[in-house]
């Protein structure tokens, strides 16, 4: 993250500021505030956060980002009132996206029967469905031995150096959504 003076002459809440406001609000509501991100050359300036639910929470519907943006809001107006900053901006609350990289045990969670595409971190590529997550490690279904044959790669966390969720355009192979542990359910619920 960027040094937070140029945003302060810009008469903009930091990003820093921004996350220190509004982390104990979105916690209380059940999401972790992943990023920060004041756009201070857009016009309309823009300050965008990025929210995703906590361990206990699956998703970010349509009434729970309205809900945050009005509590973020009421926080960044009162806030921008008692610092005398009055220069105005869009403030933007958003979900962590699908090309988002998977970087929380919460994101390996969730995307459970979805194709991930993973970087090792020897620089070896593994396309796969995610299965169950176990401790440090996470079951991905692979193909083995040819003939659409396929088996259950247990991969621990600390050799993937970047894991994707990748984006299916057709209904997954049953059995390999029966490998990634989730038995006739739709992939990531």
Known sequence: MASDAPLRSAGLPSPTEVTSLLEPEFARAGYVIEDVTVVASARPQR???????????????LDSVAELARSASAL???????????????????????????????HYRRAQGRKIEFTLTDGSRLDGRLGALHGD????V????????????????????KAVVQVEFSPPN????????????????
């Open 137 to 140: 490690a996470v079951d991905v």
């Open 174 to 189: 049953p059995h390999e959504i029966e490998l990634a542990g989730q038995f006739g359910e739709e992939p990531g619920r």
């Open 142 to 161: 692979v193909p083995e031995g040819g003939r659409g044959r396929l088996g259950v790669r247990k991969l621990p966390l600390d050799q993937v150096s």
């Open 47 to 61: 300050v965008v956060v990025v929210a995703d639910p906590d361990d206990e929470h699956d998703g970010l519907d």
């Open 76 to 106: 960044l107006d009162e806030h921008d009132s008692a610092s005398a900053d009055d220069t105005p901006y869009d403030l933007e609350i958003t979900s962590r996206g699908v090309d988002r990289p998977l970087t929380a045990r919460r």
